[in-house]
T-cell receptor
Framework: GAGVSQSPRYKVAKRGQDVALRCDPISGHVSLFWYQQALGQGPEFLTYFQNEAQLDKSGLPSDRFFAERPEGSVSTLKIQRTQQEDSAVYLC?????????FGPGTRLTVT | ELKVEQNPLFLSMQEGKNYTIYCNYSTTSDRLYWYRQDPGKSLESLFVLLSNGAVKQEGRLMASLDTKARLSTLHITAAVHDLSATYFCAVGGSLYGGSQGNLIFGKGTKLSVKP
């Protein structure tokens, strides 16, 4: 079946621009996670949804980062007024039980 | 705060050799994962270990978990070039516990297998 999909795959933004990254989880998966992966590092947790409820947003690095999942399916990660340090790969994962299935990621480059 | 440490971070090995990657974590957790990542690609799940003494094997890779020592190992047997990738261990870190929490990742081990 279809896996986790993310769009766009690549995004170049000028510093100060707002961006929106989309995640389509595996159908029926209750849990959805966003991670940020800097070059040469392991993914770092940003936020977690169970259905439409955002249960943990402790990993969001600043109030410029905002995530939503209004209908408990598709999720959007929004970054306002992008900064160079936001350049990274943003990974989405969905889960039904223990296993987390990762999407291909969105590579964000802020110039 | 849950921390995950992997070693080595870089590993260059010859085809046919055996080696082990180590993953230590700092606090109690009920879930230990191993993922593989190829350059420019996403994470591919290799193993999920859920109990003390768990051992799982797939092809030339074998993972084990010792929850008392807070240690997991990924053993590579008779390495082949196709195993070249970065390997991450990750531990369940949610305040909510259970099976649905977020993962805390190690820095990864970049494995290069040479002929």
């Amino acid at each position: 079946g279809a896996g986790v999909s993310q769009s766009p795959r690549y995004k170049v933004a000028k510093r100060g621009q707002d961006v929106a990254l989309r995640c389509d989880p595996i159908s029926g998966h209750v849990s959805l996670f966003w991670y940020q992966q800097a070059l040469g590092q392991g993914p770092e947790f940003l936020t977690y949804f169970q259905n439409e409820a955002q249960l943990d947003k402790s990993g969001l690095p600043s109030d410029r980062f905002f995530a939503e999942r209004p209908e408990g399916s598709v999720s959007t990660l929004k970054i306002q007024r992008t900064q160079q340090e936001d350049s990274a790969v943003y990974l989405c994962a969905s889960s039904l039980f223990y296993e987390q299935y990762f999407g291909p990621g969105t590579r964000l480059t802020v110039t | 705060e849950l921390k995950v440490e992997q070693n080595p971070l870089f590993l260059s090995m010859q085809e046919g050799k055996n080696y082990t990657i180590y993953c230590n974590y700092s606090t109690t957790s009920d879930r230990l994962y191993w993922y593989r990542q190829d350059p420019g690609k996403s994470l591919e799940s290799l193993f999920v270990l859920l109990s003390n003494g768990a051992v799982k094997q797939e092809g030339r890779l074998m993972a084990s978990l010792d929850t008392k020592a807070r240690l997991s190992t990924l053993h590579i047997t008779a390495a082949v070039h196709d195993l070249s990738a970065t390997y991450f261990c990750a531990v369940g870190g949610s305040l909510y516990g259970g099976s649905q929490g977020n993962l805390i990742f190690g820095k990864g081990t970049k494995l290069s297998v040479k002929p």
